[in-house]
């Protein structure tokens, strides 16, 4: 179905009016802090695999060095 209707009744992205209120939720949350990187490799394990904190690792170290090639200042601390 190209109507991006979903299984719930009466639900479906071509209601009049949904459209808009979509966009607008969407805007508004990019109009918000993003949350820190580091969550993206806490927020998983509760107890993080060695392979996630080289990952972890690997990113702070690209980003001090590479972080002016990012929008940071988008990000909370």
């Not at 990113?59 to 590479?66: G, P, V």
Request: glycine share 6%; charged share 35%; aromatic share 12%.
């Amino acid at each position: 179905n190209r109507g991006f209707c979903l299984e719930k009744p009466g639900f479906c992205l071509e209601k009049p009016g949904f459209r808009p209120q979509v966009l607008e939720a969407f805007e508004q949350a990019e109009r918000e802090p993003k949350p820190p990187p580091h969550l993206l490799f806490s927020d998983v394990y509760r107890e993080m695999p060695p392979r996630l904190r080289r990952q972890r690792e690997e990113l702070e170290r690209h980003l001090e060095t590479y972080g002016e090639h990012y929008p940071l200042q988008q990000f909370q601390k």
